[in-house]
């Protein structure tokens, strides 16, 4: 396991700015620096990278280096631009929010649509920590400097709906997320998926960013590779074409569903990242094809529900278990698929 140190200073040095640093993990093989950096900067390309070792914008313990660079362990690799990196200041935003549960240590609320979970690279307002930090005065973390996830234990994707727990002081962030680590919480979901799947199973394939689009995810072959991502899936309804599923995570790997369904070749319904926003299975038909651009309309992204969430409560170490119901756009492209098979 490759272990980083990943700091973000702004420490002016020779009129540049230092925009990220590493430090090398002892076990870490050699390879190119830009290969390195780009496994680690998901929103930038290797031809930027080059780019910047080219401009002497690459600085390996305090020298310019070039983009063939081959680190080696405990290097301190620091990318410097001509340039302050953009703070990212977190503003409290009165957003609404659906909240299910609420103590003194903790959140459960409902996620909805088209809210992407915290800030970042090209979402610095309207995300769902902009409205926690409004709603609720107490949040793990909240006034720790440079905190841009203050509460969080887990996430889900922008267009994902759902089920979020949320903590409200660090004892239980703490126990919380060892529950996560240890696979102990209980997570359902509902997918919409292109296909007639025929039998219920689990995928079992390592998940990593994709070396093609560092933006999304893919399945590695090689043990080697990746993080070990495990989904159980069963069938709920059958619609010819499409199928409603319930996922259990095992793990909770980033667009984990989302992956291993377009690996076993039932991409999400809509899913605009992973194919399957475009008609996958059905006919041809003037009046099917008007069908499905329908039922893209009633959501933005991917038919993906958080359903359920389980786990013991920090303090009381009692299980407790939370439901929810699937957003008014997913309702209406299933109740849609009822009739258009019924009438089939």
């Known amino acids: ?61 305090g020298i310019k280096v070039k983009q063939n660079y081959k680190v080696k362990p405990r290097d ?49 307002s309207g995300t769902l920590v902009n409205a926690l930090i409004y709603h609720f005065n107490n949040l793990s973390g909240k006034n720790q400097v440079n905190n841009l996830r203050p509460g969080l234990v887990h996430r889900i994707d922008k267009h994902t709906t ?45 998940l990593g960013r994709s070396p093609k689009n560092r933006k999304v995810m893919t399945v590695f072959q090689d043990p080697n590779e990746g993080k070990r991502a495990i989904t159980h ?26 992956v291993h369904m ?17 008609i996958l299975k059905g006919t041809t038909s003037s009046s099917y094809i008007k069908f499905i651009e329908n039922c893209f309309s009633e959501i933005e992204g991917q038919a993906l529900h958080a359903k359920s969430l389980g786990f013991l409560h920090p303090k009381t170490f009692k299980f407790m278990h939370f439901e929810s119901d699937l957003p008014i756009g997913f309702k209406k492209i299933i109740d849609k698929w009822s009739t258009y098979t019924a009438q089939k």
């Open 233 to 258: 899936y069963k069938v709920i309804q059958r619609f010819g074409y499409v199928t409603l599923i319930e996922c259990k995570l095992e793990t909770g790997r980033t667009h984990q569903i989302r």
């Open 262 to 278: 377009k690996h076993l070749g039932h991409p999400l319904f809509h899913d605009l990242e992973y194919g399957g926003d475009s």
């Open 1 to 61: 396991m490759i272990e980083d140190d990943f700091v973000q200073d702004q420490e002016q040095e020779e009129e540049l700015f230092e925009h990220f640093k590493f430090i090398v993990d002892k076990g870490q093989e050699v390879v190119r620096i830009d290969k390195y950096l780009l496994d680690r900067m998901p929103n930038t390309s290797r031809n930027k990278i080059q780019v910047a070792a080219r401009n002497g914008n690459v600085v390996v313990n």
């Open 162 to 206: 759902g089920l979020l727990v949320i903590a409200k002081n660090d004892d239980a962030l703490t126990h919380l997320e060892q529950q996560f680590y240890d696979r102990t919480t209980e997570r359902k979901y509902l997918a919409l998926v292109w296909g007639d799947i025929e039998k219920d199973g689990t995928v079992d394939a390592n």
């Open 76 to 124: 301190e690799v620091a990318i410097v631009l001509p340039y302050p990196m953009r703070e990212i200041e977190l503003i409290p935003q009165n957003i609404p929010l659906d909240v299910i549960f609420e103590d003194e240590d903790l959140v459960v609320i409902n996620k909805t649509a088209n809210m992407v979970v915290h800030p970042g690279y090209g979402n610095y």
